[in-house]
């Protein structure tokens, strides 16, 4: 059976001070009988505290933003997975945009920090997506493909239990800008028919795949009622406790 999640990526916001009272503001607003699995990625500054403060709450943990492909050694201003594991985190996300863009990680990058994320026993929430121009070319399905299989298909079936999957159309990031239910079902589904032709059924469907761009209170219903979409993966939302949370109740 596949988890529902709601991913809150609080991306470089939020000093110490105002990250903790963000923690402590969503652990006090979910429900009692909360069935979501919530995981909260604040900034490695932090990561200890928040992820410490959530050891307690089932269904709440904590993730870090990336790891170093590297295990160890001279990589000045790099945090190494097991250092994130050491702060009882227990995801980390990759490829997120942001970081393919801003900081050229390769499909082939990635494929490494999966590995350290692995060896150090961290699930992986791994980020695909378009840009628009690629939307408009109509080459998103071949590049979601070559994202996901060039990082992710060496993995065995054991191993994709620890992968949870989030399409961010990179149009949709940040910009207001929400993927349709339609459009965001349809790659959802892609995704997961790429993971039944390589995988088989079992995996596919105990695969989640999160959806992340512009995602907010008003929308999530409807995107999370789609067959293939399991949760989100939520920016700029995720800074107020109050859509986070409602965000999170939104199956
Ligand atoms: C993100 O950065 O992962 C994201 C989905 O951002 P936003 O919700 O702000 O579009």
């Known amino acids: 059976m596949r988890k529902n999640i709601v991913a809150g990526n609080w991306k ?9 009272a963000l923690v402590e503001a969503v652990l006090s607003k979910l429900p009692v009988d909360n ?15 928040a992820a ?5 709450i089932p269904k709440v943990v904590a993730a870090s933003q990336d790891c170093s492909a590297n295990k160890k050694g001279a990589f000045t201003g790099e945090v190494s997975a097991s250092m994130i594991a050491s702060c009882s985190a227990r995801y980390v996300v990759l490829g997120h945009s942001e970081r393919r863009v801003n900081f050229n990680e390769s499909n082939e990058l ?8 692995f060896s150090s026993n961290l699930k992986v929430i791994f980020c695909c997506g378009e840009s628009l121009k690629q ?3 109509l080459v998103h399905f071949d ?18 239990a620890n992968i949870v999957i989030a399409y961010e159309p990179i149009w949709a990031i ?52 789609q067959k293939d979409i399991d949760g989100g993966l939520i920016g700029g939302a995720s800074l107020n406790a109050d ?8 199956f």
């Open 135 to 137: 939307r408009e070319d």
């Open 12 to 20: 470089m916001n939020l000093n110490r001070t105002e990250g903790i």
């Open 174 to 225: 940040g910009t207001g800008v929400t993927a349709s239910t339609d459009q965001a079902q349809e790659v959802h589904a892609f995704i997961r028919n790429l993971l039944v032709d390589k995988y088989g059924n079992e995996v596919a469907e105990s695969t989640s795949i999160l959806y992340g761009g512009s995602c907010h209170p008003k929308n999530a219903i409807e995107l999370f009622s």
């Open 35 to 49: 069935k979501t699995h919530v995981i909260l990625a604040p900034s490695f500054v932090y990561l200890h505290k």
């Open 110 to 117: 990635l494929k490494e920090k999966v590995a350290q994320a």
């Open 52 to 56: 410490k403060i959530c050891s307690n």
């Open 143 to 160: 590049w979601l493909k070559s994202q996901i299989s060039e990082s992710l298909f060496h993995l065995s079936s054991d191993d994709f």
């Open 243 to 250: 859509d986070f949370v409602a965000i999170t109740q939104s």
